[in-house]
């Protein structure tokens, strides 16, 4: 079973910008639909930006994150695939940012806290 490690996540002041990082440990990453959900406290686990298999193309479903997000993966075949730049940070994006499939089929990692400061 493929794992999954986020990281780049911190103690940010807010208008920052930040960009996490996601492993896979093998390289499916880089050639399927895969991407970012995050969680904040008390919420659920929601998509916030993706690749579609065989697309260059990036998909922002979360509106309250719109023009905030960049959403970049290395060249197929790496095991490091998926990167999320976010910029303008606001304390309501304090969350747990994860990656996975989309749909997320695969075992959850432990994410990577992302904590806004005033």
């Known amino acids: 079973q493929v794992q999954l490690v986020e990281s780049g996540g911190g103690l940010v002041e807010a208008g920052r910008s930040l960009k996490l990082n996601c492993q896979f440990s093998?390289?499916?990453?880089?050639?399927?639909?895969a991407g970012w959900y995050r969680q904040a406290p008390g919420g659920e686990r929601t998509l916030i930006a993706f690749?579609?298999?065989?697309?260059?193309?990036?998909?922002?479903?979360d509106s309250s994150m719109k023009g905030r997000l960049t959403i970049s993966r290395a060249n197929a075949g790496a095991k490091a695939p998926l990167y999320l730049e976010i910029q303008a940070l606001r304390t309501e994006d304090t969350a747990v940012y994860f990656c996975?499939?989309?749909?997320?089929?695969?075992?959850w990692g432990q994410g990577t806290q992302v904590t806004i400061v005033s």
């Open positions: 996975n499939y989309v749909p997320p089929v695969a075992p």
């Open positions: 093998d390289t499916s990453g880089g050639r399927d639909t």
């Open positions: 690749h579609i298999k065989g697309s260059a193309s990036a998909y922002y479903p």
